[in-house]
């Protein structure tokens, strides 16, 4: 692959709080990986999905995806990160957009705006944001996928954006980009807002 865009899907997290790998609870009957891989998927905007999982976690059947184990993902996101941003520069990829599995809520429309903003203005970094709050996805071009290293801990992209040269936020009206479920609770909360039984 040459220039393009991947998506990279972090998938890997502890999941402390939740008390299951977050790639496997489900929301409304999906899995919370199936829900973002649909948004990603629907807004047909990348070239490819690389998801970077948890050793011995295998993706559901019909998901169209390139698997990276991090067999070090005790040492925080950063680790996930490093691993995905890495393998799209390996692949060629001009730009890649960090998911992360527990923000199923995000509207593919609003993936379609902010991508086709990264394309039209080529920032280092393209981040969108809700009534003031950052979120996701993060839109990376090649000196934010090499800056991607220097992060650590449970530190993602923002801890770089100094280094980087032209950094965007963009004010959406997506409350998804901003909502991320951490706890059983979040998801009965979400499940209930959704209409159905998580």
């Known amino acids: 692959m040459s220039g393009g865009i991947a998506a990279i899907l972090l998938a890997a997290g502890e999941s402390r709080r939740m008390g299951a790998p977050k790639a496997s609870v489900r929301l409304c009957g999906w899995s919370l990986l199936e829900w973002v891989y649909d948004s990603i998927h629907s807004s047909r905007v990348f070239d490819e999905v690389l998801a970077v999982l948890r050793p011995g976690f295998d993706p559901p059947e019909g998901l169209s995806m390139e698997p990276i184990y991090n067999y070090e993902s005790w040492r925080g996101l ?67 996928m090499r800056a991607s290293t220097l992060t650590w801990g449970d530190t993602g992209l923002r801890r770089v954006e100094h280094l980087l040269y032209r950094v965007l936020r963009i004010e959406v009206d997506d409350p998804g980009v901003a909502v991320d479920l951490d706890t059983p609770e979040d998801i009965a909360r979400v499940g209930r807002l959704l209409g159905c039984e998580s």
């Open 78 to 144: 950063a680790s996930s990160l490093s691993l995905g941003l890495s393998r799209a520069r390996e692949k060629g990829y001009y730009g890649a957009a960090v998911f992360h599995v527990d923000m199923p809520l995000i509207r593919p429309s609003t993936i379609r705006m902010l991508a086709g903003e990264f394309v039209r203005l080529w920032p280092d970094l393209l981040r969108p944001a809700y009534r003031g709050s950052p979120g996701f996805p993060v839109f990376a071009g090649p000196p934010a």
